[in-house]
Nanobody
């Protein structure tokens, strides 16, 4: 089974930027669609963004449209989430997940989960 490891989280001021990485091992990343989720204390898990395995189709939650960009580098087995214009409400643990398609991932049908990386947006 593919294993995922997130990195790139940290503390940033409102309006700042971070780039999260999701590195895969065990199987080629181009076999899978990849999604990013987040969960803040006291809140439900939220699907943030997703990218398909081969055609680069993407999905973004309304809360991040225009601010976040998902991309993938299959040669490096890595997916990125570029987060710009960050807001305090973006504070959460972010984690990535694999599945067969964007639709199945966002339904919660997941093959593998990463362990998460903390993003804190505060002045």
């Amino acid at each position: 089974q593919v294993q995922l490891e997130e990195s790139g989280g940290g503390l940033v001021q409102p309006g700042g930027s971070l780039r999260l990485s999701c590195a895969a091992s065990g199987f080629p990343l181009d076999y899978y669609a990849i999604g990013w989720f987040r969960q803040a204390p006291g809140k439900k898990r939220e699907g943030v963004s997703c990218i398909s395995s081969r055609d680069s189709s993407t999905y973004y939650a309304d809360s991040v449209k225009g601010r976040f960009t998902i991309s993938r580098d299959n040669a490096k087995n890595t997916v990125y989430l570029q987060m710009n214009s960050l807001k305090p409400e973006d504070t959460a643990v972010y984690y990535c997940a694999t599945g067969t398609s964007i639709s199945t991932i966002m339904q919660g049908i997941i093959a593998s989960w990463g362990q998460g990386t903390q993003v804190t947006v505060s002045s």
